[in-house]
């Protein structure tokens, strides 16, 4: 029975010592394709040495895969660590940070160096080393990102390295400065060669054309590694609200950070629970301001009548010869400026940060404009409206598919009212796009009348009494002078035109008073005023009696 509970004994300590070895081996597995992928990367390194141009480029671009498959290693190995692996694979990954390092410092003087060799090649020779240039930027900034995930995975595996960490987060704001200096430089380039381009001789053409071009990669590739600095800056809690608002002013791209409605709530909120604990801290300074805030406003209000006033007295000087509208729009718009900027000043004085507000404003101006293009296109229009004058208030026109009285005018619509008072409301898009026709601009108009009488009367006696009756008016104008003529032989009257000259506000009076007493005249003279009429003649034929 002893012996039984000795071999027992035994095949137990074997099977523990079994499982004990199989564990240490499994463990050694899981470090065994990382310690295969280093030892290859070094071999690679080795093999690099010495080799220049393409045949480096080969292993370089081999270590660098060697090197993403064992992050992708140590990433599976942290999301599955345990107590007891956990100090090797904070090894490796001190080991990543270090190479990592070496990486930076190498491209960061390989970058300095292309940066110089740029600045000595001719034209031709400098695109090619921009896009290598370019290249090897864009891989430095990869690998500062992957840096900074290093360091969260130092953090994850109770080793932070908070120095190492600050460094690259200074490294990364001194990036962001330098990035947006040299697209801010780089874009007025840009800008530059485009307006020389457009005045330059064909000869020079050429020659401008290649450094154009090499101006707008230069500002693409900013904007690229702008953006990915930005992004990288945004996971670090960096203040990147200046750099992305250059980004969208230059490049017109909307990310995310300007348009997630999250983030605009976020900041909302902020602002608010900043106001709620500044005016806490104080009230009474707040309680002062409100009033000093008041206090601006109101007298901007004074200033805002006080400017209308000189404005309005200023546009009606008779040497201006400016229009009612273009006079109202004047007087309109300075006043309003006046008021805005009071506003604006009142807001400073109760500690506003007017920076984002302006800025938020130029976004929302941009989605609006979006939204709103056809307001705009009302806008233009009125602008023109104002600035060529094709009409004034009280002006009767036919425009944009009416006719009326212009009773006021804004730099969206126009308000008509017609002559059975109706009011319309016509976008100023429709009648600047549209004939416009001035029916009372001119201060003298002629009354084009056509009076028609019988082939049987006298033509001299009816001249006689259309010029009687011409001349007696008192609206009637002496110069230009009237013409009456015999104008056309119709097919059931003889057609005199009869084109008096008058003031325009007599025009209607002169019509109705004439066409009134030329009636009265003709019955009175025996001038008759024929209407159409056909003459039906009928031929009777005589048909022979039938013989009987």
Same mark, same amino acid.
């Given at each position: ?288 301001? @409100?009033? #000093? ?10 200033? *805002? +009548? =006080? /400017?209308?006033?000189? %404005?309005? &007295? ?108 109706? @009011?319309? #409301? ?10 416009? *026709? +001035? =029916? /009372?601009?001119?201060? %003298?108009? &002629? ?102």
């Amino acid at each position: 029975m002893r012996w039984l509970v000795i071999f027992a004994l035994f095949f137990s300590l074997l099977s523990f010592a079994e499982e004990t070895e199989q564990a240490s081996d499994q463990k050694k597995d899981e470090f065994a394709k990382i310690e295969q992928l280093d030892a290859e990367m070094a071999e690679l390194y080795k093999d690099s040495q010495g080799k220049v141009g393409t045949a480096k480029n080969i292993i370089d671009m081999q270590v660098l895969k060697k090197n993403e498959d064992i992050r992708a290693e140590l990433q599976n190995l942290i999301k599955n660590r345990t107590e007891e692996n956990t100090p090797k694979v904070t090894k490796f990954v001190n080991e990543q940070v270090e190479y990592l390092n070496l990486a930076i410092d190498f491209l960061f003087k390989r970058i300095a160096i292309l940066q110089n060799d740029l600045d000595d090649v001719d034209l031709e020779q400098k695109l090619i080393t921009q896009k290598t240039l370019n290249e090897t930027t864009a891989f430095y900034h990869t690998i500062l990102s992957e840096q900074w995930v290093n360091f969260g995975w130092l953090e994850l595996l109770g080793t932070p390295a908070d120095k190492s960490k600050l460094a690259l987060i200074k490294d990364i704001e001194q990036r962001l400065d330098f990035l947006s200096a040299k697209l801010s430089f780089d874009h007025q380039q840009e800008s530059v060669l485009s307006g020389q381009i457009r005045s330059a001789a064909d000869e020079e053409k050429a020659s401008l054309q290649l450094q154009y071009i090499f101006a707008q990669r230069e500002v693409a590739s900013d904007i690229d590694n702008l953006q990915f600095i930005v992004d990288l800056a945004n996971k670090m809690k960096i203040d990147t609200t200046d750099f992305t608002k250059q980004l969208f002013v230059i490049s017109g791209n909307l990310t995310n950070e300007i348009l997630d409605y999250k983030v605009i709530l976020s900041l909302l909120s902020d602002w608010l629970e900043d106001f709620r604990d500044w005016l806490a801290q104080n009230t009474p300074q707040a309680l002062f301001k @409100i009033f #000093i805030f008041l206090l601006i406003i109101f007298i901007f209000k004074i200033l *805002k +009548n =006080i /400017t209308r006033h000189i %404005v309005t &007295r200023a546009v009606s000087a008779p040497t201006l010869r400016m229009s009612q509208l273009m006079k109202d729009f004047f007087i309109s718009i300075s006043g309003n400026t006046v008021l805005c900027i009071g506003i604006l000043i009142a807001l400073s004085q109760i500690g506003l940060n007017l920076a984002p507000v302006l800025t938020g404003f130029g976004v929302a101006g941009v989605i609006i404009g979006f939204a709103l293009q056809d307001t705009l296109s009302n806008f233009a229009s009125g602008m023109m409206l104002l600035i060529y004058r094709p009409f004034d208030v009280d002006d009767f026109v036919e425009a944009g598919g009416t006719s009326g009285k212009v009773s006021h005018m804004s730099l969206v619509s126009t308000t008509i009212k017609t002559f059975d008072n109706q @009011i319309l #409301i016509v976008p100023n898009s429709k009648i600047w796009g549209d004939t416009i *026709k +001035n =029916i /009372t601009h001119e201060k %003298v108009r &002629r009354v084009d009348m056509v009076f028609g009488v019988s082939y049987s009367d006298d033509i001299e006696k009816t001249e006689k009494v259309l010029e009687a009756i011409i001349t007696e008016h008192p609206m009637v104008l002496r110069s230009p002078e009237p013409t009456i003529k015999l104008h056309t032989l119709n097919s059931s009257s003889v057609d005199f035109i009869v084109r008096p000259w008058v003031k325009t506000e007599d025009y209607w009076d002169v019509y109705w008073d004439i066409t009134r007493e030329v009636k009265m005249r003709f019955d009175r003279e025996g001038i008759s005023i024929p209407f159409p009429q056909q003459d039906v003649h009928l031929h009777m034929i005589n048909k022979a009696a039938p013989p009987k």
